[in-house]
């Protein structure tokens, strides 16, 4: 909204005169002319329609006239005159006298003429008695919006309609970065933006936060309903200028269609916000419109989500662990904890695709703190030296009390801290470097191990190793299954050994299946070594014979002599 | 950010109406129509491909023109080369003074280019097309 000051010096003098025509040409629409001596010099049909005119105005009356013939109220008839006046502001919202709102805006023209350009503001209130705006945006809030659909849905049931759902890509960072004045003003600018880009059919409304609704009136057609997402997407993604600071946003959409999608708002809404969260997942800055696909994995989904925490209430999880085994001397040296979960009905599910689930539905640190108390506790029952492995996720950090945790498992277990090995991933590194450093540094005072779980596969970086002092690197499998390039891993195999070397760290290659692999590894350095060739990952009550077959007194099949030099 | 004193802000843009002479004269009519009541001054360059346009005035009126500008179909990927206060009008006088960069090659990707080559280019083109210009 243009508040300027009406600068009369920077008024242009020498234009051409038919560039007013030719202006008012341009902006077809409900348009008013004034003449430099304030007299009407033109009402276009859409002015006079929309100012409820009853006949055409006779060509030489004054705007105070004119206004008096208009249906306005009071107060809206004061505002307009204000605006003939080059130094008020350029622009006021207008309610006529049945309500209906409208804006006007100055424009000044050469030879100190002035068009007043009219703007109907058509938000459909009536359709929706409950219609509160949000005071941020002056849109409709959620529960004038469901209302609203409701509404609209009842009698739009053969046309259809479209219902997008916007939201603003890492809207948070915005707010912690610049303070939430900016991110207040952001999206009340880019409501703003939203509600001019659409038609007075439309209906936009805040749903709640950075995320944004529009109902599009008469179409359920998808080529159209994506045309206007992209188009929106565009013009809320240029670059606002807020507080002098230009500040720029990505969006992602959603799309759902009635009847096709759904009949009633609830499903509708939940389906685009599907839709949405489709669309962020695939990468931000896009627009994705429902599919059935989508609602049956979100279904499996919950069910999933359900049986995850069932399982976790009774317990049904258990932990398999696999043997490291020191290569030059054929010595077992502890074994990595695996979480195993076996569905009641699906059988084993991946720990790749639970805990993520368990990630984002808070589960993850009280499955974590199981982990470490069980692991801890089996340990126990293995011969020193050997050691016990447990991963630990990066919401580990900051959702629970990891410290707290390793202390219990290790007070309640009586496992020596030496014993135990906390395995953390680059990620968990790059998501919060201060508090994750700070608490592996407390774990490590108290004799905790640490190793670098996967390195090689993420953001490696010399850096991040040099950060900490880690005990351990453990090479990615990706590297030593030749699944890279046998050439490319031997070389990184290689490099990432003589890294762990010069920094006094340890370094076992993970994912060793055959004999050739063993011989690539240990040909490149590296004495310690995880796989199936010496060990599947086994349930605890079977890890004594393991640890009998790497006894003293036995022979180990893989183990040729010339590996004992290093 | 104070409101009071000067403030430029500089964007390229890309061309949505395909170098159409008639929407291309709308556009132009309506910059200085409107920039001219808020006390803006500046330059709209104008080819093809795409726009750039400096808008310098005050912060409240160029941040209200640059986002109404912003809600034009017309153009589009719109990218800020700079934005902050100013000492003085580099386009004194200038109630948005349009310029044909067609010509100018290193104008076929405004979008792309560097703000002090764009200002550089803009005030030579200013020159050479009209030699009354300036105050
Ligand atoms: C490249 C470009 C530059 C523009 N420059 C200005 C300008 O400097 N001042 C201005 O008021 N409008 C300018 N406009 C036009 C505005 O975008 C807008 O259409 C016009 O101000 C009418 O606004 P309204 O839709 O609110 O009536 C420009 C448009 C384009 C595409």
Redesign the pocket.
Known sequence: MGTDPATADAMPTAEPADEAASLLAA?EGPALLLEADGSLGLVTAEAARLLALEDDPPAGLGLPELLDRARLAPAARAAFDRLATPSGPDEARLTDAEGAAFAV?RVALPHRRLAL?L?PEVEAPAVCPLARPDPLTGLADRTGFRAALTARLADSADQGLGLLMLDIDRFRIVNDTLGPQIGDRLLATLAARLRRALRGSDLAARLDGDEFAVVVADTSDPPELEGLARRLMDVLGRPYLIHGQPVTVGLSAGIARAPQDGRDADTLVRRAAMALHAAKAAGRGRCAAFTPEMQSRSETRRRMETDLRRAFALRQFALHYQPQVDVTCARLLGFEALLRWRHPALGPVSPALFVPLAEEIGLIAPIGAWVLMTACREAMRWPEPLFVGVNVSALQFEQGDLLAAVGEALRHSGLPAHRLEIEVTESALLTNPETTLATLGRLREQGVRIAMDDFGTGYSSLTRLQSFPFDKIKIDRSFVSGGRGVAEGRAIVRAITGLGTSLGMRTIAEGVETLEQLDAVRDEGCREVQGYLFGRPAPAEELDAVIARFAPSQRMPPCPESACSA | MPGIGLFRLIYA?RSRIGGEAAALAS?LA??R???AV?G?T?V?L?SPDG?A?V?EGSLAAVGA?FE??Q??P??GEVAVLEAGPADARLFAGRT?AAVDGTAASDLARPVAADPAALLALLHRLLAASSPAGGR
Do not use: K, P, V, Y
Request: proline share 0%; hydrophobic share 45%; charged share 20%.
């Open positions: 902006l805006r350009l703007r | 843009s556009i309506e910059a129509a409107n920039t808020a803006i500046g709209l104008h726009f346009q808008l023109t109404r500008i809600n034009d017309r153009h948005m």
